[in-house]
Nanobody
Framework: QVQLVESGGGLVQAGGSLRLSCAAS????????MGWFRQAPGKEREYVGH????????YYAASVKGRFSISRDNAKSTVYLQMNSLKPEDTAAYYC?????????????????WGQGTQVTVSS
């Protein structure tokens, strides 16, 4: 069983930055691909990006590429989402998720473990 706890959300002005953290329990964190998703009110959950286990390759949705960056610290069992040049349309609840079967996915329904989410609000 893996527990994920996100933190770092808040209110920021457009153009600003935030860094979200996702702390994981479990001894096999380094082998998991870790994804970030977001969900705005009235919208479906949306893929933001992910980082693969062990080799740490990163992938991003087109809407955030060049502005967001994902990293991980396996020693701390933590994954980060650095968000720069934030826009009002980035406002959403942000969730981290663990893909525990090897490989990776951009589909939220294929992830095995989820955090509770952290709210990010970007004002114009």
């Amino acid at each position: 069983q893996v527990q994920l706890v996100e933190s770092g959300g808040g209110l920021v002005q457009a153009g600003g930055s935030l860094r979200l953290s996702c702390a994981a329990s479990g001894r096999t964190f380094s082998s998991y691909s870790m994804g970030w998703f977001r969900q705005a009110p009235g919208k479906e959950r949306e893929y933001v990006g992910h980082i693969t286990g062990n080799d740490g390759r990163t992938y991003y949705a087109a809407s955030v590429k060049g502005r967001f960056s994902i990293s991980r610290d396996n020693a701390k069992s933590t994954v980060y989402l650095q968000m720069n040049s934030l826009k009002p349309e980035d406002t959403a609840a942000y969730y981290c998720a663990a893909y525990a079967s090897g490989g990776y996915s951009t589909r939220w329904s294929e992830y095995h473990y989820w955090g509770q989410g952290t709210q990010v609000t970007v004002s114009s």
